[in-house]
């Protein structure tokens, strides 16, 4: 097998190299708080996709600096209390997909729901109020303000959160089993929900985005799910004089320093021929979670459909039931 990263028995040992800013756990804290009192104003929405053994709705929140989230929910029949759930989150610039590939975890009677980050392909809003460059680029919006909580990453980390916090509160839920799976972007906002809501039981991830951006600018793949990391230094800080500060800021909303914040169980899926996001990226993820966890590396695979992941994803997750 090529290598180019680094080798697997350093891969297993590497914690990441992006500085992890000084008063991260208090920036997060701070968050959570805004988060918690922020009003919700959740409405609930039937939808027209309705199947004989689900009820189908769209449900609409308020997250935090006033944007209105989407989400799609599943509620198997017949309705009871204290079910377990399932939240999906998708890839960078997506949506939350159709309602037909969700439809396994409802059969196997869970609450289900799959929700459109604010900004990307779905009908989440971004309300924006940042400067700087606003077409793609959302990992890389705010950077430009002096106040981290600019950060729009850092919304949507709170949005997943906030998602999880009301499914958990609905009479059909048993809060202390709900879940939360994902693939790129989707793995990475699962480990952030993980972390920041504590109550999450179990997190099945696959090559996990938004971890470890020093290390990818220095293997040179700051392309495809991060252009928009050489796009910023290239148009904004040609000359690199503010590096230090924009990785520091970046750190904020590094999953592999919010990582052992998580408490459930974690299935994660690694590829060693990944280009997209780093084998090292993403085992700086892993390496950081100090709850109950368990790996499966593809050596040969890419950032691409990995066989036989999808089902061991929802065998791990059948373990709620």
């Known amino acids: 097998m090529p290598i180019f990263d680094m080798p697997l028995q350093e891969l297993r040992k590497y914690r990441g190299i992006n500085p992890k800013p000084e008063d991260f756990d208090a920036y997060w804290e701070r968050a959570r708080k805004e988060m918690q009192n922020t009003d919700s104003k959740v409405q609930w929405i039937a939808a027209d996709f309705q199947v004989p053994y689900a009820d189908c709705y769209h449900l609409y929140f308020t997250g935090v600096k006033g944007a209105r989230i989407h989400a799609k929910v599943m509620l198997p029949k017949p309705r009871r209390e204290r079910m377990p759930a399932i939240l999906n989150f998708h890839g960078y610039t997506g949506n939350c997909g159709n309602w037909?590939?969700?439809?396994?975890?409802?059969?196997?009677?869970?609450?289900?729901?799959?929700?459109?980050?604010?900004?990307?392909?779905?009908?989440?809003?971004?309300?924006?109020?940042?400067?700087?460059?606003?077409?793609?680029?959302?990992?890389?919006?705010?950077?430009?303000?002096?106040?981290?909580?600019?950060?729009?990453?850092?919304?949507?980390?709170?949005?997943?959160?906030?998602?999880?916090?009301?499914?958990?509160?609905?009479?059909?839920?048993?809060?202390?089993?709900?879940?939360?799976?994902?693939?790129?972007?989707?793995?990475?906002?699962?480990?952030?929900?993980?972390?920041?809501?504590?109550?999450?039981?179990?997190?099945?991830?696959?090559?996990?985005f938004l971890s470890d951006y020093r290390r990818v600018w220095e293997l040179d793949l700051a392309k495809d799910a991060?252009?928009?990391?050489?796009?910023?230094?290239r148009f904004f800080d040609p000359l690199h004089e503010r590096e230090e500060e924009i990785y520091k800021k970046l750190g904020y909303i590094d999953i592999h320093h919010l990582a052992p914040m998580i408490q459930g169980k974690v299935l994660m899926a690694v590829t060693l021929m990944d280009s997209v996001c780093p084998p090292s990226t993403q085992f700086a993820a892993y390496n950081s979670i100090h709850s109950e966890k368990e790996l499966q590396i593809y050596p040969d695979y890419g950032h691409e459909f990995l066989p036989g992941q999808d089902d061991r994803a929802f065998q791990f997750m059948l373990g709620l039931l």
Do not use: W
């Open 226 to 233: 991060y252009e928009e990391l050489r796009t910023y230094f």
């Open 100 to 208: 037909s590939d969700k439809l396994q975890f409802a059969a196997a009677g869970f609450v289900v729901a799959a929700m459109d980050c604010r900004g990307q392909g779905g009908e989440s809003e971004d309300v924006g109020g940042v400067k700087g460059n606003t077409m793609h680029g959302q990992f890389i919006r705010g950077l430009d303000e002096e106040n981290p909580d600019s950060l729009l990453m850092r919304n949507i980390f709170l949005d997943v959160a906030q998602l999880a916090g009301i499914i958990m509160d609905m009479p059909e839920v048993d809060e202390k089993r709900v879940g939360v799976y994902g693939v790129s972007q989707g793995g990475g906002l699962s480990l952030a929900c993980a972390a920041l809501e504590p109550r999450i039981a179990r997190a099945a991830v696959q090559y996990p």
